[in-house]
């Protein structure tokens, strides 16, 4: 086959792989949404069925072969052109999938699913020793699996380039270091703050009719295409792109709790409209999908914590939640910026603020650092999280439930993971900093914007920088492109000073 043909055949056989991997991606949906409970047995049945053809099609050696043909085009081609995103992020596919045997990639697979079912089982009662050997086995499969895939400098890189391609241990030690550094004195001022907010107000009577309704009006009002999308409860918020015109985001509603569902709502709707945002004529192949774990994040937060949380925002939304919520009648527009501006140390990361949340995050780093670099068992776990907790936050979790048995990631044999969720929040601070400067006004032009209902500018902003690219660059080229910066800190923490400052009455 002639170069052009074995790209046109690659092409083909991408979408045809991304269109099962889409049926998967409804099974999960549904399975988390509507499934009854009975047809659990058959839902597992249809997915191993599923993911073991996904697996022979990513191995398959035509692929390799075809890859071998295309390559050979490459220097004739623009070296920004969809061929060459598209054959790049093929053959880094490709080069994965092939280096992991297959009697690995289904022993991991099995010790992921039965450690998060062991996880669920264990962590009410706190029960280290009944999860303990579903984690060792964990660890020491993804290490094989690092020995495997091969790595920059250390084990740890090749875990983290498969959910941010291009960065390594070494590339993120400095600019997470360099954010501690500033963030616990930033919390520290803010804690010895004579203003602040008012903390029963978000936990007061929002009937969950008026609730969800709300929350559709918001996330319309941001730019969420409901012909191209639906919005369901579930226990655990996600979002998933089913294909071109289907991408479906999940919430939690709380009675009790007004912040859970809608900012909720509001983190998964930018997840989603950075998936509504990538042309469905790529659907299938890198130049169609988006483009790492971090860049996703930083289009939740961004709508999540700069946008929808902030005072424009209110200015606009607090009459339309006035008239919904009983229990909001009078209530003044700062004293309610404030409330969903809390900070506070706490045990648990998915509940934290923005200001204290990246510092759950760099608990977790260190101690998978420690754990790839060889340094701590994950037996000795325990111990180790509660000493960072008291470093980090002072806090010491009264249990393993509240502590380090809190998340799903490692149970699931998510190592390399976490730090996607602060690269996310840095990558927002950056992206929004940019599109206020080249919006005009800076950040309280698009304040003004959002108080008068006006979000179309920034999501046009995002779309054209971020969403239509797909996976053509990687990642820190993709945002050098968008920004004008290079990943770190500095971004975040002047988003952070600058708001902070100005609620709390630093
Ligand atoms: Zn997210």
Avoid at 138 to 150: F, K, N, Q, S, T
Avoid at 207 to 223: F, S
Avoid at 383 to 410: F, I, K, N, Y
Wanted: net charge negative; charged share 25%; with cysteine.
């Amino acid at each position: 086959m002639p170069p052009r043909e074995s790209y046109d055949w690659l092409r083909a056989h991408a979408v045809e792989t991304a269109t099962i991997g889409s049926a998967l991606a409804l099974l999960h949906w549904d399975q988390s949404t509507k499934m009854p409970p009975a047809g659990h047995a058959h839902r597992t049945a249809q997915v191993g069925i599923l993911t073991k053809l996904l697996h022979e099609r990513r191995t398959d050696p035509r692929v390799g072969e075809a890859l071998d043909k295309a390559r050979a085009e490459l220097l004739r081609e623009d070296p920004e052109s969809e061929f060459t995103a598209n054959v790049r992020e093929w053959q880094r596919a490709y080069d994965r999938a092939v280096r992991i045997p297959t009697e690995l990639a289904v022993a991991t697979a099995r010790a992921a699913a039965e450690g998060e079912t062991a996880w669920k089982r264990a962590r009410p009662d706190s029960d280290w020793q009944a999860f303990l050997p579903h984690l060792e086995e964990i660890v020491r499969l993804r290490r094989e699996e690092a020995e495997a895939v091969g790595y920059a400098n250390e084990p740890y890189d090749a875990l983290l380039d498969e959910y941010e391609p291009g960065e390594t241990a070494a590339s993120l030690e400095p600019v997470l270091a360099g954010l501690r550094r500033e963030l616990v004195p930033l919390l520290e001022r803010i804690l010895g703050a004579p203003r602040q907010p008012d903390r029963t107000l978000l936990t007061r009577h929002y009937p969950l009719g008026c609730q969800r309704a709300l929350c559709r009006e918001a996330v319309a009002a941001i730019g969420f295409d409901f012909e191209a999308g639906r919005i369901d409860p579930t226990a655990h918020p996600f979002s998933t792109r089913i294909g071109p015109g289907d991408v479906r985001i999940t919430t939690r509603y709380n009675e009790h709790a007004f912040g859970e569902g809608f900012f909720g709502a509001i983190h998964e709707a930018g997840h989603a409209l950075y998936s509504q945002g990538i042309p469905g004529a790529h659907f299938g192949t890198p130049c169609g999908v988006s483009v790492s774990l971090g860049v996703h994040e930083s289009q939740s937060r961004l709508w999540e914590n700069m946008v929808a949380r902030s005072r424009g925002f209110w200015r606009h939304f607090l009459p339309r939640a006035e008239e919904r919520f009983d229990c909001l009648r009078g209530v003044e527009l700062d004293a309610f910026v404030l409330a969903v501006n809390d900070v506070r140390p706490s045990l648990i990361r998915v509940e934290a603020d923005e200001v204290t949340y990246n510092l759950h995050v760099l608990l977790r780093f260190g101690l998978e650092l420690a754990l790839l670099r060889g340094r701590l068992e994950p037996r000795d776990l325990p111990g180790a999280w509660d000493e960072s907790m008291r470093a980090l936050l002072g806090l010491t979790p009264p249990d393993l439930a509240d502590g380090v048995m809190q998340d799903v990631h490692w149970s699931a044999g998510l190592l390399g993971y976490f730090p996607t969720y602060t690269l996310g929040n840095l990558y927002a601070a950056q992206l929004f900093e940019a599109a206020g400067r080249e919006l005009g006004g800076g950040p309280q032009g698009l304040d003004e914007r959002f108080a008068a209902g006006d979000f179309a500018p920034l999501l046009g902003w995002l779309r054209e920088k971020v969403h239509v690219h797909g996976s053509r660059f990687v990642p820190r080229e993709l945002m050098r492109r968008a920004t004008g910066a290079e990943l770190g800190h500095e971004a975040f923490m002047r988003y952070l000073t600058a708001k902070y400052e100005a609620l709390y009455g630093l």
